[in-house]
């Protein structure tokens, strides 16, 4: 993933959730979206988007793929959407170099300042990324084991605010984010995805991100120089 010769200049930036990707050309201009859902693959989503940008001039491409993600390929097919996202050629879809992360590391790129950070984003799921001096590791943290043989996504995610409710849902947020702080030794908090503004304090180290950042995190990936993305084992240029 290290950027090689220049940089391009137009990039489209997807971030693909479970309930809508959105889609946005460079830092500027309108964020396009639609539906996603349980039962939307890479077919449907590339007939979507082919349609909806063909009217867009750009030179490569970022994707945020809420899953595994190694070596700029998707690892394991997601746990909120349909199948066959293993193995499917974006670049040839779309006839353009293209970068797929994680879909809470590219916001975490996006929202990063500097130091130690813990990026939560709370929304269909749960994504989670550590950025340690410049170096960006994502996570499958959500889908550890938490409590009573159920996943941190299952308590911190939109099915565990459903089955808790918002105000359990809420201290229950609160807990883990404290859990985490000490255990990885983070300076800051910050915490973005599509449930965030549900929360109504927040602790002294912890601040709300912004869900646009995904779309800096994306043009942050084909900068030069900057943050260095580490990706289960692979370093690669993605920075400020």
Not at 46 to 63: E, G, P, Q
Not at 141 to 149: F, Q
Not at 157 to 172: C, D, F, N, Q, T
Not at 191 to 206: Q, S, T, V
């Amino acid at each position: 993933m290290a950027v090689r010769g220049r940089a391009p200049k137009h990039i489209l930036v997807i971030d693909i959730g479970g309930a809508h990707v959105k889609f946005r050309l460079d830092g500027r201009g309108p964020i396009g979206r639609f539906a996603s859902g349980p039962k939307m693959t890479p077919a449907d989503m590339m007939r979507r988007l082919l349609a909806l940008t063909r009217k867009l001039s750009f030179d490569a491409v970022s994707i945020g793929y809420p899953g595994l993600v190694f070596r700029n390929r998707i690892a394991a097919e997601p746990h909120n959407l349909g199948r066959g996202w293993v193995g499917f050629d974006f670049a040839k879809a779309f006839g353009k170099p293209v970068r797929v992360i994680n879909d809470a590391a590219m916001q975490a790129i996006g929202s990063y300042a500097g130091g130690r950070m813990l990026f939560l984003g709370l929304g269909t799921g749960l994504g989670v990324t550590l950025i340690i001096d410049g170096v960006v590791e994502p996570t499958e943290l959500g889908h550890l084991c938490y409590r009573h043989g159920r996943t941190y996504e299952d308590y911190l995610g939109e099915r565990g605010r459903s089955r808790l409710g918002s105000a359990k849902w809420r201290r229950k947020v609160n807990e883990v984010i404290e859990h985490l702080r000490v255990a990885f030794e983070v300076d800051y908090v910050v915490i973005g995805g599509g449930n965030a503004m549900r929360l109504k304090r927040l602790p002294r180290y912890a601040r709300l991100g912004d869900n646009r950042n995904a779309f800096l995190g994306g043009l942050r990936l084909w900068q030069r120089g900057g943050l260095r993305v580490h990706l289960s084992g692979e370093r690669a240029a993605a920075p400020t």
